[in-house]
């Protein structure tokens, strides 16, 4: 039992996030304090929510990736600007109208995937596309609305020792997704998938249902994503999403889940989010030249992925 706590890639993660938490304090006084920790909780629960989707979807398998999370978070995110327009009482359902839109974008790229067979990179990459074209349609180029207060309060304002609410939502979304992935038939059934499409088949599970289900609900996932990121910033960009698809990819190996499927937990993905996050922060704390904190972090992301890719090895 010890041998397997040793080995699980999430504990891995989230000790690993600790150490350059700490790693950080000694480099920099004050990097280590409980303000930073706090903003560095509240942005990585930016993509560890972006990430969530993304985690279901790498678990089905069939080389399953959401490349439209990108898109989807923007266009989630301009349709509460717009819809609810800063007033408190349309927050809900304008955030209700987004996180439908982002289903019903979600379902497109699982019955693509399913039923006509295109490749996931595929699929999602073209629905990028088509999301993008939607999100000129239906703003024309300019981006009219507003952020409510109520938006702000909600994601933004400290709830409890001065945590923010969407580290709650983030711990909230982490609990649903641990009792949906665990507890439910739907996620013992996606395991399944993941390790064999075809004995899953066999065995009566409805493959096409429940890959359409996962990729609706990665894309449901990318528009809450958008609203916290809406109620963060205050202002929505037409690229405001783009800079957490691949980085939500990366939370989710990270932390342990297998690019192959059948493999992995969600919080694996809230550890690596934090491990990005944090890796993030100390190199731009160390004040390094871009070009050198791009090569720190994918040296990082490689070495981290060696040892996983060992540690299988290892429990196999």
Do not use: C
């Not at 700490?22 to 006084?29: K, M």
């Not at 969530?52 to 999370?69: C, H, N, P, R």
């Not at 439910?184 to 998938?193: D, E, H, N, R």
């Not at 037409?238 to 190996?253: E, I, K, W």
Request: charged share 5%; proline share 3%.
């Amino acid at each position: 039992m010890n041998k397997s706590l040793k080995l699980n890639p999430a504990l891995i993660a989230l000790l690993l996030a600790i150490g350059l938490f700490v790693l950080g304090g000694l480099l920099r006084p004050g990097f280590a304090s409980y303000s930073l920790a706090i903003n560095i909780l509240r942005l990585a629960a930016f993509l560890g929510i972006v990430a969530a989707g993304q985690t279901l979807v790498i678990i089905g398998g069939g080389e399953g990736i959401d490349l439209s999370v990108g898109s989807v978070v923007t266009l989630g995110a301009i349709l509460v600007y717009h819809f609810s327009n800063g007033q408190d009482a349309l927050v809900f359902p304008a955030l209700a109208g987004a996180i439908a839109v982002g289903f019903g974008i979600g379902a497109l790229n699982g019955l693509g995937v399913t039923l006509l067979r295109i490749p996931p990179l595929v699929m999602t990459l073209g629905m990028t596309g088509v999301v993008q074209g939607l999100i000129l349609a239906v703003t024309q180029g300019a981006l009219t609305g507003g952020s409510a207060q109520l938006m702000v309060n909600l994601v933004s304002s400290p709830l409890i020792f001065g945590v923010p609410g969407v580290v709650l939502l983030w711990l909230l979304v982490g609990a649903v997704l641990w009792v949906v992935l665990t507890r439910t038939p739907y996620g013992k059934q996606l395991f399944a998938i993941g390790v064999n499409r075809t004995t899953s088949r066999l065995s009566g599970v409805r493959v096409p249902a429940v890959l359409i289900l996962t990729y609706a609900l990665s894309g449901a996932l990318a528009a809450l994503g958008g609203f916290v990121l809406l109620g963060y910033t205050q202002r929505v960009f037409l690229n405001l999403g783009a800079a957490y698809t691949l980085p939500s990819v990366a939370a989710v190996v990270v932390g342990g889940t297998l690019l192959a499927g059948g493999e992995g937990s969600y919080l694996g993905t809230m550890a690596g989010a934090l491990v990005l996050t944090i890796l993030t922060s100390l190199l731009t704390t160390m004040e390094l030249p871009e070009s050198m904190r791009q090569i720190v972090y994918g040296l990082t992301l490689l070495l981290l992925l060696s040892a996983y890719g060992r540690q299988r090895k290892l429990r196999g």
